[in-house]
């Protein structure tokens, strides 16, 4: 079985490696645009210089300039107004040779003064030949030979492409363009302007440690997240991961996880959620092993009777005699079935409410509906019992509670059954629904014997039956049940006899009640 590495990880791992994704990405985009700063910038430097080397051409045309050394040096001296924010206007003949140059005109100096401006556009760099190197520093003059530039831009193919170089020279980095003078659509020289442009070196470092400080301060962000994410969320997961494993494997020297209680986050929510299955679970484990040690022990109290019933039964010829022992077996058989069916019944009740969804139901109808079919049943009886309901405090008002109908219903039921099987001949069983402060209250009286006070507290254990055998025959569960399923409802049962001159026993019941 092939094992996904992200299902498998841990949240730490997937995060950082999320994220070392993340930066990789982010390293080639970033590689990317500084690679691509300089040209672009260069770029716009050469669109400037484009402008006036046109505007120069348009000049030159215009005034009929002839491209000897006389006129070209005028011309440069004339229109010098043309070359602002120049360091240097050269022209060139034909054969390469210099004609005229800014650097040797006797010109004032504010006349060619260095631009700062330094401006973005998207570069293509399929329209112009753009080159761009970096020589050795060097402590030399800044000024340099053009001429190679000239006879480089000579042997292009296309001559009316003006050609663009950038290039570090001596301490600075330039930036020139070269592009042909045409006169009556031919070629007559060239012009070639350049510039100091070490604004541009700068504006890339500028950008370059933007970035690299941009990055260094997410990576840092990113890895006290990091830090964050491990020690306040993955490692008390990680904890309570153990300690939910421990308990599996029945560990006991396992850390416990009560710092993780007091925390008010979904972290602490989740531990004390963690405690509370964990303390019901143990609960459970325990209420099931009492319940199996006493059922166990119910049961051998009447298949002791059963065996030695049936022993006796197998040596004796006596009619009287049998049939009183088939009496007693009937009984003990009788007795066992009543208290494994309550007992399967009552796992099934808790089964069934942990899985069951609860929803809004009038309580005074369960016990309306309920009454209607003991009614029913109690005519077709010989005891003569008659079950009385009393809504007269609610004033027409729902006694709305969250729940499972089906047992409620089996509380109302069970409750009745129990009154009735304690209730003598001809008596009646009074039923109150009513609200006591913001719960739904149900209280049924009967006519019985009642509890015994000194042990009316463990009327709801199981198994345990202090009530007169005449009345009737039960396992013992009943009432321990009616309180397991009233207690997942959020509700209590409360036992008593009845005050004053009445006899017979009193049980009340509460539950929310909801909107």
Known sequence: MKS????????????????????LVLGIFTYLYLDAIKPNLVKNRSDQHARIINNTSDHINRLKIEFTKESTTKFLLDARFLFQNLDRVQLYDLNSNLL??????????DIFVISQDVQETPIDKSDENINISESPKTTQATTFNTESYVKKYAEQKNISDKLVIGEA???????????SVKLDGKNKGYIIVSEIANDILVAVEERKNFILRTVFSVAL?????????NKYILKPIRSLVLYTRAIKEKDVKIEKHEKYLLRK?????????????????????????????????EIRNPLTSLKGASEVLENTSVNEKRTKLIKIISHDVERIERLITDYSQMLKDEAS????????????????????DFNSNLLNSNKNIKININNSNLNGSKLNVLGV???????????????????PSNSKISIICDIKKKDAQLIIEDEGPGFNEKNIHKVFNRFYSNRPEKFGEHSGLG????????ELHGGSIVVSNQNGNKKGARIEVLLPMCK
């Open 479 to 486: 009432l321990n049940i009616v309180k397991n399923i009233i």
């Open 169 to 179: 020279i001596n301490n600075n980095f330039y930036v020139m363009t070269i592009n």
């Open 405 to 423: 109908e089906s047992k409620l219903e089996q509380i109302v039921a069970n409750l009745l059954d129990n009154a009735i099987s304690f209730s």
């Open 4 to 23: 996904n590495f992200f299902s498998s990880s841990s949240i730490l791992k997937k995060f950082l490696i999320f994220n070392l994704i993340i930066f």
């Open 353 to 372: 409410l942990s899985r069951a969804k609860m929803v809004k139901i009038d309580l005074s109808n369960v016990v309306d509906s309920v009454v209607e």
């Open 265 to 297: 986050d979904e972290v602490g929510q989740l531990s004390r959620s963690l405690n509370e299955m964990t303390e019901d679970l143990y609960k459970r484990l325990d209420i099931a092993e009492t319940f199996s040690s006493d059922l166990a022990h």
């Open 100 to 109: 005229a140059d800014t650097d040797t005109l006797d010109l004032a100096q």
């Open 221 to 229: 962000v990113i890895l006290i997240f990091s830090v964050f994410l």
